[in-house]
């Protein structure tokens, strides 16, 4: 469960950061993300929601753990969002807008292909350990928002898995000091 978890929140984040890796009017500051992740499995969305469940309730000493590894990674540790998804912060520095590198939180090796396209742009990603895949659609609402929707492919408990994941970002405001 705990490796899903990772995953999830891995996949999501790169596919979210992803898309917007490339966006020239993406502004340099504290970003909010909010995902939300949907399967036609059942038992997936299950798993989905107690792991969001666990990690709200994490040991101080585990929680201090994800924590240091999402600050090492520029992000704050997800948490479970008023709409039932999954929210998190970034910090995107001016230097990371610039050479437009994102804090992406993901494990294993990462290939992203975005295509600008008038409004937004089409994205796609490919991963290997764990091995995932996807591709969607961005809209910008200006340079302080987005929407997306990706469809990823991924494995699940040994079992081919795919997931539709609806993401708004907003732009928040400077990033706090001391901040990657």
Do not use: Y
Request: hydrophobic letters at 35%; charged letters at 15%; one cysteine or more.
């Amino acid at each position: 469960m705990k490796r899903l978890l990772n995953q999830t929140i891995a996949v999501a984040t790169f596919a979210l950061l992803a898309g917007a890796a490339h966006a020239q009017s993406m502004r340099p500051g504290q970003w909010e993300m909010t995902n939300k992740m949907n399967t036609s499995n059942v038992e997936t969305n299950q798993a989905m929601n107690a792991m969001l469940k666990q990690l709200a309730n994490l040991p101080p000493d585990q929680r201090a753990k994800v924590e240091a590894m999402m600050a090492q990674n520029g992000a704050t540790m997800p948490k479970l969002a008023a709409d039932g998804g999954i929210s998190l912060s970034a910090c995107i520095t001016e230097e990371m807008a610039r050479r437009q590198e994102l804090p992406t939180g993901q494990q294993g090796n990462c290939k992203s292909n975005n295509q600008p396209v008038t409004g937004g742009m089409n994205v796609s990603f490919i991963c290997t350990n764990p091995a995932s895949s996807g591709q969607g659609h961005l809209t910008f609402n200006g340079d302080t928002g987005f929407t997306m929707t990706m469809d990823v492919s991924s494995e699940a408990r040994g079992k081919p898995e795919q997931m539709t994941i609806e993401t708004t970002g907003r732009w928040l405001g400077a990033c706090p000091a001391g901040s990657k």
